[in-house]
């Protein structure tokens, strides 16, 4: 881990701050076969910093899942992420579940508005037309994990309650008026920028996961586009691609979900 070289006295950024970031750091390049974290005490030299300060940064990153605390072993590094994967029958409460990890979901923004040129191409509608947009954060101890934005034609949603949107699963609820057909997921490494730093609590240049998704209905309409936006020290993303009998290789699969390898 890097000395005294890595805090900024000048800095308008926290000391605690600075000291998160750089752990959170070290925590996502952390050497298998051993969980132990360092200890306060250890932080405290490599830093120059207060305790009081050390403890601050450990307990944001405990309450974000990157690190936790067990009687009689000290602070340990928690390598359980989030693990997500798109299928047919996508159910990211029980996903969630799996990892240890509570899904929930806060509606930021429902409105109409014309539709950005990019999303109204993939919608197959004139750029500029109306849509209804979607803000949503998910959620996990209180920390935000990733940031949706959604795009739904205005004929889609029109007379869903503006309540129905804050629900966990967007298809449930646009299926009261659509049959699905099919999903078609991008994937993409990222850094964040100034926006998502700001909606994920992270700084700028941090690590994020993107994934752009379409949904089409049985008559082959998009009904539903986007884009996620992911801390990518809280999730990682998990493809299957089916092989067996099917004569083709890895990356035909894999192209033919749309995700990018």
Sequence with gaps: MSALHAIDRESPLPLYAQVKRRLRAAILAWPAGNDVFHTEHALCATFGVSRATVRQAVAELESEGLLRRRQGFGTLVNRQKIEESFTPLTNFRDQWASSGRVLKVE?????????????????????????????????????????????????????????????????????????????????????????????????????????????????????????????????????????????????????ALGVLV
């Design 107 to 255: 509606l930021h923004r429902a409105e109409r508005i014309a539709c950005p040129a990019p999303f109204a191409e993939m919608l197959g509608l004139a750029a500029g037309e109306p849509v209804l947009h979607l803000e949503r954060f998910r959620l996990s101890d209180g920390v935000r994990v990733a940031w949706d934005s959604r795009f739904i034609p205005k004929a889609v949603a029109a007379g869903i309650a503006r309540r129905e949107f804050a629900k966990v699963s967007l298809l449930d609820v646009l299926a009261r008026k659509v049959e699905f057909d099919r999903g078609e997921s991008q994937l993409e490494s990222a850094l964040a920028g100034d926006e998502h730093a700001d909606r994920l609590d992270l700084l700028p240049g941090d690590p994020v996961l993107m994934r752009h998704l379409i949904y089409f209905s049985t008559d082959d309409r998009p009904v539903l586009a986007g884009l996620s936006v992911y801390r990518a020290d809280q999730v990682r993303y998990k493809v299957s691609a089916p092989m067996r009998g099917r004569g083709v290789d890895a990356d035909t699969e894999l192209g």
